[in-house]
C-alpha cells in the first residue's frame, strides 16, 4: 500500500464532511480504516498453533451444575444481560424487514421466543432480566414498532443502533456519500464486532453496570439455540473468566466456522480467511480442528469498558468487496469472536449441539417447524424419538428459498424424525401428512408439477416423477 499515506487525509477530510455520522462514528470508521491501510494484520504461524487444553476450552460436563436453590439462581440473573445481534435483514428468506420477525414456529417469530424465554425467567425467579437488541440502520424503524408489542410483557426491552460507516470507492479510496450516493446504499454496518464500542457509545453499558449487572450474554437472534445458560454464567462468576466462547464439535456442514486455537500462550480464534492457501484443507479438518465458533458469546461488562476506553480491541479486519450499482466498493468489518484474544482469563466452552441451532434458509425452518422439534416455554427441544445424534441433511431447491414459496408448497410439514436426507429440486408441491424416511430425494424434470400425495410414505426413495410413487 505504497500511496497509503496519501489515502488517509483525503478519505478524512470527506468523512468530516459527512454530517449523518456522530462523532464516535467518525473516529471508528478513520481508526478502522488506517489500521486496514496500515496492514497491521497479524501474522499467524502455523507451526506455533496448539489445540487447546481443557483449562481453555472447557467441557461443558466439567462445569458445575446450579444448585435447586432459586436464590442462586436470582443471584446469577441478577447478574445478566441478554443481548442479541438484530441487524440482519430477512432478504435472503424472501422476507421484507429484519430477520428476528420471521414466523419460526407457531406464529411465533424469533423474537417472541427470545421474549416468551426472558419473562418465564423474570417471572419464576422474581429478577428482572433485561433484553436489549442491538440494530442496524436496515432494521431500527421497523424494529421500534415491533418491540412495542411487548410493552406489557415482564421484560424491559432496551435497543441501540450499531455504527454506520460509509462504503468506500475502491479505486479512489473515498467515501460513497461523499460522491453523492445519499441513499442507504452508500452505507454499511461494519460487523457485530462493533457491538463493544457501540453498546459503550450508547450508554447502555454504564447503565447496566450502575444496576450491578456483570456479564453480557450476546448471541445471533437466529440462533434458536442460544438460551441462557445458568451453569456458564455461574462458572465464569466463580473463576472470572472475562470473556467466554461457546465452541461445539465440528461436523461436516461446519467446516468454514471459526475455531478456537492457543497461540502464545493466548486463546483465539482462527477464521478461514487467516488460514495460509496451503494449510486451508487441514482448516477443515475434523481431526485437528475439532469445534468451531457459535457464536454465543458471554463478556464481562467492566471488561468491555476498560478496553474500549482504553481503544485496545484491535480485532482482525475483515474486508468485504461489493459491487452495488456497478459501483466497486470497500466495507471493513470485525467479528465479535475475535475479540477474545483482548480479555483476561478468557475461555471457550465445549457445548452440546442444541446450543447451536440457526435459521439461515428454508431448510433450516423445515428442521425446526418439523415433528423434529416441540416447543416448550419459548425454547424448542429435540423430539427423543430421534435416536441420530445430527439432524437430517436437508437441501430444497430454489423453488423453494423463499419462505412465502416454501410454505405454500408443503401443506403440512411433513415428519422427518426418521429422515437422514432430502434433496429436493425443480417444481416439487407435498401434500399433508407426508411421511419421510431414510435417504429421500425428488426431482420434477422442468417444465413439470410433481406432487406428492396425503399421507405419502417415502423412505429411501429417488423418484423423478409420478410413476415413481
Known amino acids: 500500500m505504497a500511496a497509503a499515506t496519501e489515502k488517509l487525509p483525503q478519505l478524512k477530510s470527506a468523512v468530516d464532511g459527512l454530517t449523518e455520522m456522530s462523532e464516535n462514528e467518525k473516529s471508528g470508521f478513520i481508526n ?5 491501510l496500515s496492514g497491521e494484520a497479524q501474522h499467524i504461524e502455523w507451526s506455533k498453533i496448539q489445540t487447546p487444553t481443557d483449562e481453555i476450552v472447557v467441557p461443558y460436563d466439567k462445569m458445575d451444575n446450579v444448585s435447586e436453590d432459586a436464590s442462586e439462581t436470582k443471584y446469577l440473573l441478577d447478574k445478566l444481560v441478554v443481548l442479541k445481534l438484530n441487524g440482519g435483514l430477512g432478504t435472503t428468506m424472501g422476507c421484507t424487514g429484519p430477520k428476528s420477525v420471521i414466523e419460526v414456529r407457531d406464529g411465533l417469530t424469533f423474537l417472541d421466543l ?10 419464576k425467579y422474581g429478577c428482572k432480566v433485561p433484553l ?9 424503524d421497523d424494529t421500534q414498532k415491533i418491540v412495542e408489542k411487548y410493552t406489557n410483557s415482564n421484560v424491559d426491552i432496551h435497543t441501540f443502533n450499531q455504527s454506520k460507516y460509509p462504503r468506500v470507492v475502491a479505486d479512489e479510496f473515498v467515501p460513497w456519500p461523499s ?14 464486532g462493533d457491538v463493544f464500542p457501540s453498546l459503550m457509545n450508547s450508554g447502555k453499558l454504564d447503565a447496566f453496570l450502575s444496576q450491578g449487572k456483570e456479564y453480557v ?32 464439535p465440528k461436523t461436516l456442514a461446519d467446516v468454514k466456522g471459526g475455531t478456537l486455537i492457543s497461540y502464545e500462550g493466548k486463546v483465539q480464534l482462527l477464521e478461514i480467511a487467516q488460514v495460509p492457501d496451503e494449510h486451508v484443507n487441514e482448516f477443515k479438518s475434523i481431526e485437528k480442528f475439532k469445534i ?18 482504553a481503544d485496545a480491541l484491535k480485532m482482525e479486519i475483515i474486508p468485504n468487496p461489493k459491487e452495488v450499482d456497478g459501483v466497486k466498493v470497500l466495507q471493513l468489518e470485525t467479528a465479535a469472536g475475535a475479540a477474545i484474544r483482548f480479555f483476561d482469563n478468557a475461555i471457550g466452552v465445549n457445548v452440546p449441539r442444541s446450543r447451536f441451532l440457526p435459521v439461515k434458509a428454508t431448510s433450516d425452518l423445515l428442521l425446526v417447524q418439523s415433528d423434529l422439534y416441540t416447543l416448550v416455554d419459548g425454547f424448542v427441544t429435540r423430539n427423543k424419538a430421534r435416536t441420530n445424534p445430527t439432524n437430517p441433511a436437508i437441501e430444497l431447491g430454489p423453488e423453494f428459498k423463499k419462505v412465502a414459496s416454501f ?24 401434500g399433508s401428512g407426508v411421511v419421510l424416511k431414510g435417504k429421500v ?25 409420478p410413476e415413481d410413487l
Open 179 to 192: 460522491k453523492g450516493k445519499t441513499d442507504k446504499d452508500g452505507w454499511y454496518p461494519p460487523g457485530h
Open 32 to 36: 478502522l480504516v488506517s489500521r486496514y
Open 292 to 309: 468451531f465458533n457459535t457464536n454465543n458469546l458471554w463478556v464481562n461488562l467492566k471488561a468491555i469498558k476498560k478496553l474500549v476506553e
Open 217 to 248: 450474554f450476546i448471541a445471533n437472534s437466529d440462533n434458536l439455540g442460544a438460551i441462557v445458560d445458568l451453569k456458564i454464567l455461574k462458572h465464569l462468576i466463580q473463576n472470572k473468566n472475562e470473556y467466554c466462547m461457546e465452541v461445539t
Open 132 to 140: 436489549v437488541l442491538m440494530n442496524s440502520f436496515n432494521t431500527h
Open 441 to 465: 430425494s425428488v426431482k420434477a424434470n422442468s417444465g413439470t408439477k410433481l406432487e406428492i400425495p396425503d399421507n405419502a410414505v417415502l423412505e429411501n426413495k429417488d423418484i423423478n416423477g
Open 407 to 430: 410454505l405454500s408448497r408443503f401443506k403440512s410439514i411433513p415428519s422427518i424424525v426418521e429422515l437422514d436426507s432430502l434433496k429436493v429440486s425443480g417444481d416439487v408441491w407435498f
Open 114 to 123: 427470545i421474549v416468551i424465554q426472558i419473562e418465564n425467567l423474570n417471572n
